[in-house]
Structures are given as structure tokens and as C-alpha cells.
């Protein structure tokens, strides 16, 4: 594909997008959509599975710009669900946690 890179930043606009309506929105989505925030995952790798540089291009494109939905309706939203409910003596052990659930070992052997 060419410009792939280019084209990437579709999944970063998304997520600016979302992250500039996500302050306003946490407490009406918090819980109520989580559903359809997971349906949103599961449609971006279908996208991604099934899409090609050629005639299916417009798959690859819809997986990208999902990025916006899927990164920050779930790892967003979740830090700030924890910041809420944790204790102040335990939010930033519970961050922590979070962080290594969500973003997996690698990331920490990585250091």
C-alpha cells in the first residue's frame, strides 16, 4: 500500500477526535456502552483480517480510524474508572496494575 504511513494517521485523528469529546461524554459512557466499545474491537480486527491494498482497501481504512473508538473508550475510560474508584493510598498502585493487565509483560521487560 502506498503512504501507508500516511494513511495511519486516520487512526490518530480518530483518537484526537475522541479524545477531545471523551471528558464530556466519561460519565454518560462509562458503563452504558461498554458492549458496544468491545463490538468496536472485535469489528477493527475483522477489518484488519480481512482487508487488502487492493479492492478491499476501504476495510483497512475503517479498522484504522477505529483506533480512536477501541484505544480510548477502553484503556482511556478504564484509567479514569480506576482514578475514581481506588482509594487515594491506592490509585497509583491500581494504575499500575491496570497498565500491566491491559498493556501486557512486554512493556515492562522492554525497560
Known amino acids: 500500500m502506498k503512504?501507508?504511513?500516511?494513511?495511519?494517521?486516520?487512526?490518530?485523528?480518530?483518537?484526537?477526535?475522541?479524545?477531545?469529546?471523551?471528558?464530556?461524554?466519561?460519565?454518560?459512557?462509562?458503563?452504558?456502552?461498554?458492549?458496544?466499545?468491545?463490538?468496536?474491537?472485535?469489528?477493527?480486527?475483522?477489518?484488519?483480517?480481512?482487508?487488502?491494498?487492493?479492492?478491499?482497501?476501504?476495510?483497512?481504512?475503517?479498522g484504522i480510524i477505529l483506533h480512536g473508538i477501541c484505544y480510548d473508550f477502553f484503556f482511556v475510560m478504564g484509567q479514569v474508572y480506576i482514578d475514581q474508584k481506588a482509594p487515594s493510598g491506592l490509585r497509583a498502585a491500581a494504575q499500575g496494575l491496570m497498565t500491566f493487565l491491559t498493556y501486557g509483560i512486554g512493556m515492562f521487560v522492554a525497560r
Open 3 to 62: 503512504y501507508a504511513a500516511a494513511k495511519m494517521t486516520m487512526g490518530q485523528m480518530s483518537e484526537l477526535l475522541f479524545m477531545v469529546t471523551r471528558p464530556s461524554s466519561s460519565n454518560a459512557l462509562a458503563s452504558a456502552h461498554v458492549n458496544a466499545r468491545m463490538l468496536a474491537w472485535v469489528v477493527r480486527y475483522v477489518m484488519f483480517g480481512y482487508g487488502n491494498a487492493g479492492p478491499l482497501a476501504w476495510m483497512l481504512y475503517i
